[in-house]
């Protein structure tokens, strides 16, 4: 890789920070006061941790949401690239999701039992992603963790490969990584007594010759990933990397569990679907629901059979009792049916992919434009409906690449100006999601301000090519 990187004078980086913070406690008393309320009987200040995350030192409170627009408690609004970290995909509020789930609470939002509007989700999974059977869950995390188990269940072993830098939600075999070639883990987590030596093996994404070694010890039940990594910045495939996978995980008998939860942004049918990938199993969550919490995990024929084989069909005349350790009573809730009936028919259309899509293609190359003016080592990167801005010349090709060229400090500064200048972005890097409600006019807005940040960083002397 090259590792070419812009010069970077942390010094004044800093001070860039501190103006930028103080500039946002200024413009946001009113979300001030209620983190300071939420810091009283909230663990860690909101109602989730990930609420923390915001580099102006705290949150801005949401007053309302629409489309690709947030206006917070102090009224001030925003373009929002963020869209609650892939949960909002589909715009906030899309009318075809608020009228169905009004509808369908109105009738009931959890009986335990299906309704009809299932029976059209579990067809329309089927054709858009190309694998026959399904079964809903209440997140991404959880899909995951029943394709582990299911994996577990039908090949008999224990270990999960996947790939440094990964996310897969709460999952406690992916909590791992790869610090100078030697597993560890990730992200400040607890080992939560969990022997990760027994349940994990972790190499680095686009390494078949790595993967094909962590294999040949065929105590691998499964290998979980996402078709291209998009949690430590986005790293995309190498060219014939996913068909040395699928060689591999098949010569070595592990199951291959794509992630689509995030990539789900290529195309109505994922990145799996747009490059012809052939998984055993697929999981997807977020945005499938319009922002209520949802997952989904699908299966191959073979899967399917395998596992009957292992826990039978049910038989109707004897009580059942067997949960088969996944899923939970609010799973595949009518509510959440009714809500992913909407987004699959009327919201996440192949028109809507179309325009979201070009708005990426569009904000990427005004970044890019921006970028090689000031004769800036830094990159875009397009994966479908969303990009990213790395500090580094070229994308990264896999998670040490991707760690090697983040610069904490730059992100930070970064993010406040954006939020001082009305753009959100996902917080703990900079990537941009489209939403069938974004226009032109919210790309040139990121096109103004990133510009903007850019010659600032050089008039400062923060950054020099």
């Known amino acids: ?8 004078d942390e010094s004044a980086v800093d001070r860039m920070i501190d103006r930028e913070q103080a500039r946002f406690r200024e413009m946001h008393p009113r979300s001030a006061e209620a983190w300071a309320r939420g810091r009283e009987h909230f663990l860690y200040g909101g109602p989730s941790h990930w609420m923390r995350r915001w580099a102006g030192g705290f949150p801005v409170y949401v007053a309302s949401a629409k489309g690709a627009r947030l206006t917070d408690l102090d009224g001030r609004t925003y373009v929002d690239f963020c869209l609650g970290d892939t949960g909002g995909m589909c715009g906030h509020g899309p009318e075809a999701v608020t009228t169905a789930v009004a509808r369908q609470l109105a009738n ?3 009986t335990m039992l299906p309704t009809e509007d299932s029976l059209w989700v579990g067809e329309e999974l089927a054709r858009r992603f190309a694998l026959p059977y399904w079964t809903l869950t209440t997140s991404a995390t959880d899909a995951n963790r029943a394709a582990i188990r299911i994996a577990r269940m039908i090949t008999g072993r224990n270990k999960v490969l996947v790939f440094s830098g ?7 075999e992916a909590h791992v990584q790869l610090v100078n070639g030697k597993a560890q883990l990730r992200n400040m987590i607890h080992p939560n007594g969990v022997d ?16 094909e070694a962590a294999l040949a010890h065929c105590d691998v039940a499964c290998v979980l990933t996402e078709p291209a990594m998009t949690n430590f910045g986005m790293i995309p495939p190498q060219p014939g990397f996913h068909a040395a996978l699928r060689a591999a995980t098949r010569k070595a008998g592990a199951l291959l569990i794509i992630d689509e939860t995030h990539t789900i942004s290529c195309g109505i049918g994922g990145y799996t679907r747009e490059h012809g990938l052939e998984p055993d199993m697929i999981t997807l969550g977020k945005a ?3 922002g209520v919490p949802c997952g989904a995990l699908g299966v191959s024929a073979e899967v399917a059979e395998r596992m009957w084989k292992v826990v039978p069909m049910l038989n109707p005349k004897a009580r059942q009792s067997a949960h088969l350790g996944m899923g939970g009573t609010l799973a595949g809730n009518a509510l959440t049916v009714a809500a992913m009936r909407a987004v699959l028919a009327e919201v996440l259309t192949p028109s809507a992919y179309a325009g979201m ?3 990426a293609r569009k904000l990427a190359t005004g970044a890019r434009r921006a970028i090689e003016k000031l004769g800036l080592s830094w990159h875009v990167t397009e994966i479908g409906a969303r990009c990213e801005i790395m500090f580094g010349a070229v994308p990264p090709r896999d998670g040490a690449d991707a760690a090697a060229m983040r610069q904490g400090g730059l992100e930070t500064w970064l993010h406040v100006f954006y939020l001082n200048e009305g753009v959100l972005v996902t917080p703990f ?10 226009t032109d006019a919210d790309v040139e807005r990121h096109d103004d301000v990133f510009g903007r940040f850019v010659e600032t960083a050089m008039a400062e002397g923060a950054v020099r090519p």
Do not use: K
């Open 1 to 8: 890789m090259d590792r070419t990187l812009s010069r970077i």
């Open 108 to 110: 009931g939002a959890s």
């Open 166 to 172: 990964c996310y897969h939600g709460g999952v406690e």
């Open 196 to 211: 990760h030596t027994r349940v994990s093996r972790v190499v680095e994404f686009n390494d078949p010759a790595a993967l």
């Open 288 to 290: 499938i629901a319009g």
């Open 357 to 359: 899509i070009a708005r």
């Open 429 to 438: 890097h900079t990537m941009f999601l489209m939403c069938p409600a974004t």
